[in-house]
């Protein structure tokens, strides 16, 4: 089955740097599309950051420039490179793929940031920004 895991959130000052990491098992990695999302109280959940098969990426308007979304296929393993963090992206941080029924990964026009085709999540990491 389709498994999600994140891990690397923490407590971070304002200005500094994480590292998130998701391991991926179950379907075929390298060709699927992923992505981050994070959720803070009270909002609703929103796309940071997409990477797809070919390596293409994507970002919401507010991290491009400070976030960095990579993959490594080898290791079935989505990141998500944080810097200049501020204290209003505290929030619970989740890995999402797009996977076909069959255990593929999909690929598309469909992926990008904020994407509504993802169908599986990981439980998510917090990060919290203190000011």
């Known amino acids: 089955q389709v498994q999600l895991v994140e891990s690397g959130g923490g407590s971070v000052q304002a200005g500094g740097s994480l590292r998130l990491s998701c391991a991926a098992s179950?379907?075929?990695?390298?060709?699927?599309?992923m992505g981050w999302f994070r959720q803070a109280p009270g909002k609703e959940r929103e796309g940071v950051a997409a990477?797809?098969?070919?390596?293409?990426?994507s970002y919401a308007h507010f991290v491009k420039g400070r976030f960095t979304i990579s993959r490594d296929n080898a290791k079935n393993t989505l990141y998500l490179q944080m810097n200049s963090v501020k204290p209003e992206e505290t929030a619970t941080y989740y890995c999402?793929?797009?996977?076909?029924?069959?255990?593929?990964?999909?690929?598309?026009?469909?992926?990008?940031?904020?994407?509504?085709?993802?169908?599986?999540w990981g439980q998510g990491t917090q990060v919290t920004v203190s000011s």
């Open positions: 990477i797809d098969s070919d390596g293409i990426l």
């Open positions: 999402s793929a797009i996977v076909g029924a069959d255990g593929r990964g999909l690929s598309g026009s469909y992926c990008y940031s904020g994407s509504y085709e993802y169908n599986y």
């Open positions: 179950g379907y075929t990695y390298s060709s699927a599309c």
